[in-house]
């Protein structure tokens, strides 16, 4: 009887299938089977590909909207059109949006009302709070502190909040202020006085 | 000869002091950036690339080429010593790599990866240097035609080996891409393509911002919100000093070597294909033709050294399609070709005649890159613990501030930071979604050079289709193309599987 455990008997395939069992590994350490984390994933590129197809049939219609002959304005020497580039690429894109749809229509086996509740669940979470403070403070950095205060203390007002925020509890706070303004020596003088780089 | 003798004296000239600085501390930030997982060769690349804008040709490329190697051969530090790959090249090392620190044999098995490296760098500058014009000089048959296939072939074939199982995806985020560089005035008669009269998307979306905010934003996002704790590092023991030399390892393992150069060198060639992929064909390989293959992914030091040599060597494959073709080989070498733009290098067949000692310049630049590689690599494994337990809660905001610098750089502009956010967080949502980063970034790259050859080809046939398929090169890229979609659906792989199976019962009865 062949003995399929035996690793020099491993066909090639099981080489790459390596990988893949780590991954169906750490899915079963999150409580989730590899079909349902298939599942899970089938769901998403459903609704990501509606919203694909729409975002490209955007395109395509702005595309076929623009003019065929930006001088003359004459409908021959189409194939010049600044819209031809945007018609295929939406084009391409719209087919293979619905490509997708089908293949995780076929998964999935079309829409459900847990879909939303599990959309709204996911907004709850704590990865989505984190997120949307990560976000916020990003936001905060580049759209309200840079260019209405010098480079050096909003960059040194982002990094402390931001490592203040997320920090572990056992993390002292003078250890953070120190690096803080190591970081801040480094990127303003190193980058903007040595290396000569224009900061924001 | 003649190609070898101006290589060396290319690596000669490259050593001032001033560049000796640059080549340490680059490769050392470069095996840094790659041991610490969530960051990349290519948000490496794309991080620098904004900071040497306005530095010398010479020493912008001798800071990006360490990076980038230096890269690629630090993901294999994280890999061996916590079992997480810091890149995706390195993710085939886990497998004997990370065992072998577990057996207490980490410093053998990062002495035996620096040496890999190394010798695997080397291979593909000589297979660089010696291919590449030979490749160019097909290329200079190339016309409109050819070059806006050859932009939708690279395209679709980063899309499919890229993407983790699902073509799709990856076609659909090269075509993102393509869609996203549609923004601006068109490159032909300058109309304005989808600017809602924002002045600052007039000059489309910049290619270093656009990097940046995918590569890096993501990373910042997902690292931060998941708050990964700090890993485990495998206990490392002090070896016999002969164990893991570049003498014994050559010595020991000279036709693995070799084996795993040439599989790394021409893995990394095909366009889009790169080091991830590179490394597990040799690794599977190696396993194929050892005498211990049941030895593999028990922790044996043969599948570190196939592994490591195949995707550093799959480093100088990837420059081949690069610079011949203006086609990347990987995705690090996608968010080159952008570096090489903003540097006003433009890649593909004219190169030689532009600039006929550049191949030969950066195959040296390469070449001393590995060889700081290896002496910062293993300065860089003395302390690997240390910087591998930086807590992501500390590093990512710095990153973060990175990214703002490194994209307002080049334009000293703020408009191209506030791209970079909005890229970045598009970025993460088709991170989230598993859309890959790297078709996006060569759709970017790519699509102005696709959009404007479609469109003159057609003003030349005056809208004839007929050069599409009946020039010849034209049509090996039609057919190049086809097999890049086809052979991802079933039933090519079927097909596939039978005619091996036919191919074999042939050659046992013979």
Known sequence: ?200 | LSQIILLLQNVVQLFTPENILLFLVCSAAGVVIGCLPGMSASMGIALLTGLTYGYPLQKAFIMLMSIYVGAIYGGSISAILIGIPGTGAASCTVLDGNKMARKGQGRLALNVATVGSFIGTVFGVFCLAGLTPMLQSIALNFTSVEYALLAIFGITICGSLSSAGDPIKGWIAGFLGMMISCIGLDPIYGYPRFTYNIVGLLGGIAMVPAMIGLFGVPNLLHELASSTPPADIANMKKEDKKEGGILWTVKKHMRLILQSGVIGTFVGAVPGVGEDVAAWLSYDTAKKTSKTPEKFNTGHLEGVIAAETANNAAVGGALIPLLSLGVPGSGPAAILLGSFTLHGVICGPMLAERSPTFIVEMSAILLVAALFMRFSGMLVCQVAPKVLSIPSEILMPIIGSLCIVGSYVIYANMFDVKVMFFIGILGFVLDRLHYPAAPVVLGVILGPMCDSNIRRALVASKGSLAPFYTRPIAIICLIAIAWSFLSQTKIWKKCMAALGGQIKKVFKRK
């Not at chain 1, 020099?8 to 780590?22: I, L, R």
């Not at chain 1, 189409?78 to 939406?90: D, T, V």
């Not at chain 1, 949006?97 to 509740?117: N, Q, T």
């Not at chain 1, 989505?128 to 976000?135: C, E, G, I």
């Open chain 1, 1 to 200: 009887m062949e003995n399929k455990k035996d690793p020099a008997n491993k066909s090639a395939q099981e080489t790459y299938e390596v990988a893949d069992e780590e991954v169906e590994e750490h899915c079963q350490a999150d409580g989730e089977t590899e079909v349902q984390a298939q599942k899970r994933s089938a769901k998403l590129d459903l609704y990501s590909s509606i919203v694909l197809f729409l975002a490209s049939l955007y395109v395509f219609v702005c595309g076929l909207r623009m003019p065929i002959n930006v001088y003359t304005g004459s409908d021959d020497a189409w194939y010049g059109a600044p819209g031809g580039f945007p018609i295929i690429i939406g084009g391409i894109l719209m087919v293979l949006s619905a490509m997708l749809f089908v293949k995780s229509w076929r998964v999935v086996g079309g829409f459900h009302k847990e879909d939303f509740k599990g959309f709204t669940q996911t907004l709850k979470s704590s990865y989505a709070k984190r997120l949307v403070l990560v976000v916020g403070l990003l936001v905060i950095y580049i759209f309200v502190l840079l260019g209405r205060m010098p480079f050096y203390v909003a960059t040194f007002l982002y990094l402390f909040i931001t490592m203040l925020a997320f920090r572990k509890k056992n993390f002292a706070i003078w250890k953070l202020l120190i690096i803080c303004v190591v970081v801040v020596a480094l990127i303003t003088y190193g980058f903007g006085t040595l290396a000569g780089i224009p900061l924001p």
